[in-house]
Every structure is written in C-alpha cells, then in structure tokens.
T-cell receptor
Framework: EDQVTQSPEALRLQEGESSSLNCSYTVSGLRGLFWYRQDPGKGPEFLFT???AGEEKEKERLKATLTKKESFLHITAPKPEDSATYLC???????????FGSGTQLTVLP | EAGVAQSPRYKIIEKRQSVAFWCNPISGHATLYWYQQILGQGPKLLIQ????????DSQLPKDRFSAERLKGVDSTLKIQPAKLEDSAVYLC????????????FGQGTRLTVV
C-alpha cells in the first residue's frame, strides 16, 4: 500500500525566514509526485509535478525537489501570503489514484 | 478557463438522512475524482471515473455511498443514510488524462451531520 508522510505537521516562520517541508513516500514504481497548496475553505491548488529523482521545479519563492525516497518543498524568504496547508500526493505503480499526505500547515508571521 | 464547479457549498443534515453533491468538471477532462477530507487530514479518494466508467472505488463505503457520472461529464455523489462520521469536506477534482497529469479541485462541499 502506498504511504505518504509529511513533516512537520505545523510550522511557524517569521517573514523572510527560509525553511523546508518534507514529504517521504513508500511506493512501488513512482509515476509522479504532486505538491498542492490549500487555503482554508478552498480546494487544493496545484503547484508542481515531479517525475524522477533529481528533478527540481521552481515557482516564485517555492522550489520542489525529489529523491528516491522523499521530496522537499523549499520556501525562500516567505511572506504572510504563503501561509497555507501544503499537501503532497503520489501516483504510483498500477494504481491510478492520487494518495495524499496529511499536509503541513505553514504560518508566516509578519 | 472555468474551474471545477461543485454545489452546494455547505449542507447540514441529521443522521440517517440522505444527501447528494454535484460536480461539473473542467471541460474536456476525462478523469473525475471524489475525495473526502476530514478536518486536519489530507484528502482520501472515494471514487475515480474515467469518462463514465469507474476506475477505482475501493475506498468507497458502498453500503451508504454511491456515485455516478452520466455521459462522462457531470457527476453526483450520494450518501444514504448519513452517519455522524461522514461530516467532512467532499472535494471533486478532474484531470485531462488518467495518468501523469495534475488534478484540479473544486472548492468542495462542507457536510455537517448532526
């Protein structure tokens, strides 16, 4: 069974204080790893897809990286508007579903 | 481009009552998902359609939950009878293809069972 574990569960940062969120996975045959952002009362919003170890994607202050066992979402000089829950999901093997982790709730204080 | 539309946004029902949710995916998206998200947890897949066929419903509580996607476009998810533990946000998502493409989510329906 595919497993996705995200850490930490919650993270509080000061504005400008860079940090990383972790997503570790146990799957057979990774097809893709997806990062989403979810604001309160809204559905998840797509950020990145990573397909193979060593791949990196960037968008504004966010950078996602992938290894064979985990993915990191690096947040550089965050702003209060980056506060949200960040979810990762995997699509693996013959399974065609997206399996989500429980998310990291990020709070950026001004 | 219009996003995934869901209705209603909120629903409060008593236990043992029935409820239905509606989803209209992004035009041209063949794959449609229904997820259940309990407060503080990640979304959990209930059922996945490819066009109007079911791809995966292994986590759907079939004794009380049902879903259909007529004509491969709109979809409805029904709960009958509802239990207190069904209180959650029900998210609909769609993607262009079955694999290797990102899913786009609607705003969800928040269900409270009292």
């Amino acid at each position: 069974e595919d497993q996705v574990t995200q850490s930490p569960e919650a993270l509080r940062l000061q504005e400008g204080e860079s940090s990383s969120l972790n997503c570790s996975y146990t799957v057979s045959g990774l097809r893709g790893l997806f990062w989403y952002r979810q604001d309160p009362g809204k559905g998840p919003e797509f950020l990145f897809t990573l397909y193979s170890a060593g791949e990196e994607k960037e968008k504004e202050r966010l950078k996602a990286t992938l290894t064979k066992k985990e993915s990191f979402l690096h947040i550089t000089a965050p702003k209060p508007e980056d506060s949200a829950t960040y979810l990762c999901a995997v699509q693996a093997g013959s399974a065609r579903q997206l399996t989500f982790g429980s998310g990291t709730q990020l709070t950026v204080l001004p | 481009e219009a996003g995934v539309a869901q209705s209603p946004r909120y629903k409060i029902i008593e236990k043992r009552q029935s409820v239905a949710f509606w989803c209209n995916p992004i035009s041209g998206h063949a794959t449609l998902y229904w997820y259940q998200q309990i407060l503080g947890q990640g979304p959990k897949l209930l059922i996945q359609f490819q066009n109007n066929g079911v791809v995966d419903d292994s986590q759907l509580p079939k004794d009380r939950f049902s879903a259909e996607r007529l004509k491969g476009v709109d979809s409805t998810l029904k709960i009958q009878p509802a239990k207190l533990e069904d209180s959650a946000v029900y998210l609909c998502a769609s993607s262009l293809m079955l694999l290797n493409t990102e899913a786009f989510f609607g705003q969800g329906t928040r269900l409270t069972v009292v």
